[in-house]
């Protein structure tokens, strides 16, 4: 008798997870001529020229062979040396940096290394959207604590003590957040190292926009007193850097940590790409002052796009760092997804509704002003018009 064919091969858990929503109205905008795409988080400027002028030189002089999984040491020094710069935080670059292919793969690194099936991991909404389905993949329970845009998003400690359970292994935050740009202020962290320490948990830090903090007193989480070893910090050269398509980022993280993640990382990767970490270790060591002007433009466009939305009738607080404004729509009686789909059919301007990044994202949309002024100042005209006919 024939064996009977299964349904389906794919896992259950990966049938499960929904496709990530930024990228469908990504998609839904890119095949439509005259758009003007608030969409996508991406910088709107090209790679610096002595980080590209570095990889070709990399091409050219043969380096095209593997580097050691942890990624070429240089980099890894001038990662330390980076980072006791800019943070005031100490690594060592032998046993507790790991170069990975984006922040991404840190992130799903970390979670892999430290997840036992049924741990929990608190994780701080509105949140990118790759947090909670990195957690599920990983064996782990995703447990949601949400913020509000009554006070831009701020995060109550008090909230995610709440949350927590005998379960509880880690708290994933994001500052400045990935989709709110707020960024956390020392006493919240602090706060959020008392509740740590007290409870024995782990803190996974996505600092990957750490660079674009436009009001001072930027903080690392693992520079708060007795945190370095509570936490997994990530990061790397997308955002700061405007190197997204070159996929290099790191982690720096206590060496049991850190080696844990470098087994998985042996295994499913083996290195990242070694023209990437010439490019990225030529962006640490010149890159500061090509960083410098393109915050100061991102600084100057958020001035203008937020205090823009707010007069046009969309409540936005101001955020205090990273690339987008997430303006409240609460008022059009629509919901974040209605509200983006119209916008993007009536007037050609897309945007992100905030309901992909969890449910306290709802209400809102992701715009990103990533874009140079022009597009902005015509974007806020068809929202405008948009609200006008609402």
């Not at 202020?185 to 320490?197: G, H």
């Not at 915050?295 to 607080?317: D, K, Q």
Request: hydrophobic share 40%; proline share 5%.
């Amino acid at each position: 008798m024939k064996p009977q064919m299964r349904n389906t091969y794919v896992s259950k858990t990966v049938a499960a997870l929904k496709p990530s929503g930024i990228r469908r109205f990504f998609d839904l905008a890119s095949g439509m001529e005259g758009v003007i795409s608030l969409g996508v988080g991406e910088p709107d400027f090209v790679t610096s020229w002595s980080v590209r002028e570095a990889s070709i030189l990399s091409l050219e002089q043969g380096y095209t062979s593997y580097t050691p999984n942890a990624g070429l040491l240089e980099l890894r020094q001038e990662i330390a040396a980076y980072l006791r710069r800019k943070f005031h935080v100490d690594y060592r670059p032998e046993t507790e940096i790991l170069v990975t292919v984006g922040a991404s793969q840190a992130i799903d690194l970390a979670l892999r290394a430290i997840l036992d099936p049924g741990d929990e991991v608190i994780v701080v909404e509105p949140s990118f959207v790759a947090y909670e389905p990195l957690v599920v993949l990983a064996g782990g329970t995703p447990v949601a604590v949400q913020t509000t845009g009554a006070d831009g998003f701020q995060l109550h400690v008090a909230q995610l003590e709440q949350a927590l359970t005998a379960r509880t292994k880690a708290i994933i935050i994001c500052s400045p957040n990935n989709p709110t740009g707020t960024v956390l202020r020392p006493a919240e962290l602090e706060a959020l190292a008392r509740l740590a320490k007290e409870h024995d948990l782990l803190v996974i830090a996505d600092e990957i926009y750490a660079e674009l903090t436009y009001d001072g007193g930027y903080m690392s989480m693992a520079a708060v007193s007795g945190m370095r070893e509570r936490t997994i910090l990530i990061s790397g050269f997308s955002k700061g850097f405007a190197m997204t398509g070159w996929r290099l980022g790191f982690a720096a993280a206590p060496e049991d940590i850190l080696q844990a993640m470098l087994k998985i990382h042996q295994y499913a990767i083996m290195c990242a790409p070694t023209m990437a970490q010439y490019g990225a270790l030529e962006a640490l060591r010149s890159g500061e002052r090509d960083v410098a002007e393109m915050r100061s433009s991102y600084r100057r466009r958020r001035n203008y796009f937020v205090s823009s939305l707010n007069e046009i009738g969309l409540p936005c607080h101001m955020p205090g760092g990273a690339f987008y404004a997430f303006p409240s729509i609460r008022h059009t009686g629509m919901t974040s997804e209605q509200f983006a789909e119209r916008l993007l059919i009536e007037e050609k301007v897309a945007v992100v509704p905030g309901s992909v990044f969890g449910q306290s994202g709802e209400g809102h949309v992701r715009c990103s002003y990533a874009s140079s002024l022009e597009q902005l100042q015509e974007a806020v005209k068809r929202i405008k018009r948009f609200l006008a006919r609402l």
